[in-house]
């Protein structure tokens, strides 16, 4: 009944993420037409970055939901493909990722438009960051890095109390009257501070791009750093599904 239930529970986990990737997908493809289509529509671009936005918040509203359930299965994610997992950050990517990405676009599109920059053409594309916009979202990357460090500590802390843990009685076969009430409750906490840690580490991720989309870069920027981070994302699920299938292993 158990084991019935567990794979019940990783359906709908399951369920939850595959949703969100074909909502990834919708979301490219709208954000892809409002860069071709209406580059110059400030108002289309906000309310296409808004929606993205909005979706994102909902995705990890649900899941942090779920977490409260068995947030175990959230860092041991059994949906996602290994490759994806090797970059796992507290079950998602570390949200400096972002800001980095921001500054690799900006050297890659200055580079390959270097010859209208120096002609004076000018599209206001990311590339084109002011000297303010570039201090922004240097003071963005130096706050979220010291977010990022103190979640990976609390993480670091949790996982050493495994070593203080009564649950290391357990395993050596020491028991106690009620024992087993006991550990389900030490079980019960590890969840409860998992599904915490995952709750700070998402709210962090959705607040750094928030501030990067709709504070620091223009519509037209915001657009491309969502199509970016969409584009790697779905790119890096759908060719880890194919390393794992050429591994003989799948992902659920």
């Not at 990722?97 to 920059?117: N, P």
């Amino acid at each position: 009944m158990a084991a019935s239930s567990t794979t019940t529970q990783q359906d709908r986990f399951g369920l939850l993420f595959e949703e969100w990737m074909q909502q990834q997908k919708q979301d490219l493809h709208e954000l892809l037409l409002g860069l071709t289509e209406e580059p110059k529509n400030e108002s289309r671009l906000r309310e296409l970055i808004s929606k993205a936005l909005d979706h994102f918040k909902t995705y990890t509203n649900k899941r942090c939901i779920y977490a409260k359930e068995n947030a175990f299965a959230f860092f041991s994610p059994k949906w996602c493909t290994s490759f994806e997992a090797s970059y796992l950050w507290i079950s998602g990517c570390r949200p400096t990722m972002a800001i980095r990405l921001v500054y690799a676009l900006v050297g890659s599109e200055l580079e390959s438009q270097l010859e209208e920059f120096l002609r004076g053409v000018r599209r206001g594309n990311i590339a084109e960051l002011s000297a303010a916009q570039l201090v922004a979202v240097n003071s963005l990357h130096g706050r979220t890095v010291m977010e990022e460090d103190k979640l990976s500590r609390k993480m670091t802390s949790l996982q050493e109390d495994m070593a203080d843990n009564p649950l290391v009685q357990f395993a050596q076969g020491r028991k106690k009257e009620g024992g087993g009430g006991e550990r389900e409750d030490m079980v019960g906490k590890k969840v409860e501070s998992l599904a915490g840690l995952l709750e700070a580490a998402d709210k962090l991720r959705v607040g750094t791009m928030r501030e990067l989309v709709e504070e620091i870069l223009t519509p037209l920027q915001a657009v491309e750093l969502l199509v970016a981070t969409k584009q790697i994302h779905l790119r890096m699920h759908e060719w880890g599904r194919n390393w794992d299938l050429s591994q003989g292993s799948s992902t659920g």
